[in-house]
Every structure is written in structure tokens, then in C-alpha cells.
């Protein structure tokens, strides 16, 4: 709605936070759509997280602006504790932003104390988003490969490709805590492409050993689905000789339904180019079943 009207917004928060806070201690905006709250009237963290409860139930009361209602504002709060979770004004800051953070990654509208594993989370992602800048470059990353297997037969049907990571400072990386770190800072574009060109030449040394029906599913980040990274990937199949219609791309529900008009387009495109499409983990994220006749998949 505008400039005007988003401040507008923000003073009715200030109001609000004000009226709550009263004598108990100070409100400030440090910036954009966060404020701080300092305490200096209470005696114990439960009197926090009950200051911390009343501002979240009153935030999530509609709010009129100009004469427009409205009606869910997703608050998370962080709360630091003077002296043990910092004895200067900027730890205490820090560490309160570090679990207003949280609070939003475990799903919003609640509060979380900051706490010793907070912290070591925090070193612990830096530290993997520093190695993976270098990882690529020093050959860390490997491929294995899990097998899919034909209830019928017993035969071996196809593989699916998972990338793991062995590095030398941190050691052995699972995906689940590096995969998302490479979505953030970007580097997922370039470790995805290296995992689709080294699965299709893997998948071509082993003409020999397999039938013209053996598959192998590639897993496909969100991000990676553009029109603009799949030409890519074409010229990695050119150059590779592997049979289009042997590789499978994977691709979480999640994914799909984050932009679901445009991923359908790629998808489309995907089948177009001879490849396969399938689906993982679909029923996560509660999408209905209708979603899947739309969808091109296999």
C-alpha cells in the first residue's frame, strides 16, 4: 500500500509496544520492521516470556491504517537475558536477534530464548558457508548412489544420485545441514551443476553393465528450476551422449508449490526435452492430491 502507509503501520506497532511496556522499561525501532525492547523492571524470565506472550497476542488483533483493515501480523521475538547471555548492550542485542531468528525459523508468531546452542548453530552455519565456498573447487564433494529396486523382480530398476561432502576442516557433512546453506548463499547453482555433469558421466561409463531401461534420478533444488539452467543442463547432456529419456528429475513438493505456475512451465519444458519428471516427498507440505493431474510429471 505504499510508503506512507507502511509507516503509518509501524507507528501503530510503536503505539502498541508502548502501551504494553508502559513503566517496565524502553521501546525503540532499531531499523525497518524490527524493534527493541528493553526490560528493566522485571525479576524473572518467566516475566519476560509473559511480557513476550501479551505482545504477540496483541499484535495479532487487526489493525485499521487508513481506514483498511489488517488482520495477521506475523511477530517473532528474541529474548537475551543480562548477564547471562551477554554483559554489554551489543552481545545482548546480537544474541536476542539471534533467537528472534529462530523464532522465525521454527515458524513465526512465537518467542524464543537465546541459548549456549543458538550460538554454536550460529558458528557452526558460518563455518560451513565458508568451507563451501572453496569446497567445489578442492574436489570435496562425491557422489553415491542409491539403488532402486524392482518389487517384482528383484531387479535393479535405476539409481538415485546423492551428493555427500567430505571436508578436510569440518569432516563429514550430512546434506540435510550443507544443502541449505548452499540455497542461501547461492552456491547451490554451481554444486547442483556439478552433480547433474558428474552423475550423466557416471550413468555413461556404465553402458555396459546396464539395459536401455535402467534410469537415474538427479534431485533438482527449487532454485535450479529455470528455463535459463535447464538449457544448461541440456549442453551437459549433449556433451555426455547419455539418452535423455533415461534421467529422472527429482523434485520436492515443496519446490513445486512455491511457484507453481512457473515450475510447471519448466517442468513441461523438462518433459520436452526428452527427461522424466518425479515428485518427492509429496504430501509434506499438505498440497492436494488435485495438484498432481496438473502436474507434468511421471
Known amino acids: 500500500y505504499g510508503h506512507a502507509f507502511g509507516d503509518a503501520f509501524l507507528h501503530e506497532i510503536a503505539k502498541r509496544l508502548k502501551s504494553i511496556i508502559a513503566h517496565k522499561g524502553t521501546v525503540s525501532r532499531i531499523g525497518g520492521d524490527e524493534f527493541c525492547v528493553l526490560l528493566t523492571d522485571i525479576q524473572t524470565p518467566d516475566d519476560a516470556k509473559s511480557i513476550a506472550e501479551t505482545i504477540l497476542s496483541n499484535l495479532k488483533q487487526k489493525t485499521e491504517i487508513k481506514k483498511r483493515e489488517i488482520h495477521t501480523i506475523s511477530t517473532s521475538i528474541g529474548i537475551a537475558f543480562f548477564p547471562d547471555n551477554g554483559r554489554t548492550a551489543t552481545k545482548l542485542m546480537r544474541n536476542a536477534d539471534m533467537a528472534m531468528y529462530h523464532a522465525k525459523a521454527v515458524g513465526r508468531g512465537t518467542y524464543q530464548l537465546f541459548s549456549k546452542s543458538l550460538d554454536d548453530d550460529r558458528r557452526r552455519r558460518a563455518a560451513i558457508e565458508e568451507q ?62 556439478w552433480v547433474f555433469k558428474t552423475a550423466c558421466h557416471h550413468f555413461k561409463s556404465w553402458d555396459n553393465l546396464i539395459n536401455d531401461d535402467f534410469v537415474i534420478s538427479i534431485n533438482f533444488s527449487a532454485l535450479q528450476l529455470t528455463a535459463e539452467y535447464f538449457g544448461r543442463a541440456q549442453a551437459v547432456l549433449n556433451n555426455s551422449g547419455v539418452d535423455t529419456h533415461r534421467i529422472v528429475v527429482e523434485v520436492t513438493e515443496t519446490a513445486i508449490m512455491e511457484h507453481f505456475d512457473e515450475t510447471t512451465a519448466v517442468l513441461q519444458l523438462v518433459r520436452e526435452m526428452g527427461m522424466l519428471v518425479a515428485v518427492d516427498d509429496f504430501g509434506t507440505g499438505y498440497s492436494s492430491l488435485n495438484y498432481l493431474k496438473n502436474l507434468p510429471i511421471d
Open 132 to 193: 563451501l565456498r572453496i569446497a567445489l573447487k578442492h574436489d570435496e564433494f562425491f557422489l553415491v548412489y542409491q539403488p532402486q529396486i524392482c518389487i517384482k523382480t528383484k531387479k535393479i530398476i535405476g539409481v538415485e544420485a546423492l551428493i555427500r561432502w567430505n571436508s578436510p576442516v569440518l569432516g563429514m557433512v550430512p546434506p540435510n545441514e550443507f544443502i541449505e546453506i548452499a540455497e542461501s548463499s547461492g552456491s547451490i547453482y554451481d554444486i547442483g551443476e
